[in-house]
């Protein structure tokens, strides 16, 4: 199994704009054209398309959906890592919310919630881990995932730990990784199964994308 773990295109979050909560931020008018790059680039048809929820990356996996209309498509819970839902339904940008982000990575309490709209790290953990045993199940050959940057750190960091339940130390181990790991918009990374070696991956590229269309948001 190949699995292409894709980043949304542009958002107006990335591009430092207001907005009122992760699901429903959208893409720029250039993240929609990385997402017709990405839709471009592939050589073979997925068997699956698997989306997140949240419009940014419903809107990314649209251009390959109708690229591809005989290929399977399914909505799974592979959101962004919501953790400080206080932020939920109010205007805010990246800059306003730094400092209660950096207060929460500083506290390394991987069981908090902010609120009912918020997850923990254990949680997304969880979540992450999860994905990998549905993908694992699924029986197909390639699979087009269609997800979010801090997302796809916490798959990476559940491949490289193995980690069933993080702890502080891993949650403060976590944090330095996300922090060296840059994934842009619209970045690919191949995730490869094997049956003796499980999951391998390559680092996320943005190769695909012409200089002209690449953002800055990691």
């Given at each position: ?36 790059v990405v839709a471009s680039v ?177």
């Amino acid at each position: 199994m190949t699995v292409w773990l894709i980043r949304h295109g542009e958002s107006l979050a990335n591009a430092g704009s207001h907005t009122t909560g992760s699901a429903t931020n959208p893409l720029t008018p250039l993240g929609t054209r990385q997402a017709a790059v990405v839709a471009s680039v592939f050589s073979h048809a997925p068997d699956l398309v698997v989306c997140s929820p949240y419009l940014r990356a419903r809107q990314t996996a649209q251009p390959t959906i109708d690229r591809f209309p005989r290929a399977r498509v399914e909505e799974w819970p592979i959101e962004e890592f919501d953790y400080l839902g206080r932020f939920h339904g109010k205007p805010t940008t990246a800059a306003q919310r730094a400092s209660a982000v950096a207060a929460y990575w500083a506290a390394a309490d991987p069981r908090y919630r902010d609120d009912e709209n918020s997850e923990s790290f254990v949680d997304v953990h969880a979540r992450a881990r999860r994905f990998l045993a549905r993908l694992a199940e699924s029986g197909v050959e390639r699979v087009a995932a269609f997800t979010h940057g801090m997302f796809m750190r916490v798959v990476l960091w559940a491949i490289l730990t193995g980690d069933t339940v993080p702890d502080s130390d891993s949650m403060r181990r976590f944090h330095t990784f996300r922090m060296a790991t840059l994934i842009p918009n619209c970045s690919i990374l191949p995730l490869v199964l094997h049956r003796e070696q499980g999951y391998q991956f390559l680092s996320a590229t943005t190769a695909h994308l012409p200089a002209t269309l690449q953002s800055g948001g990691y």
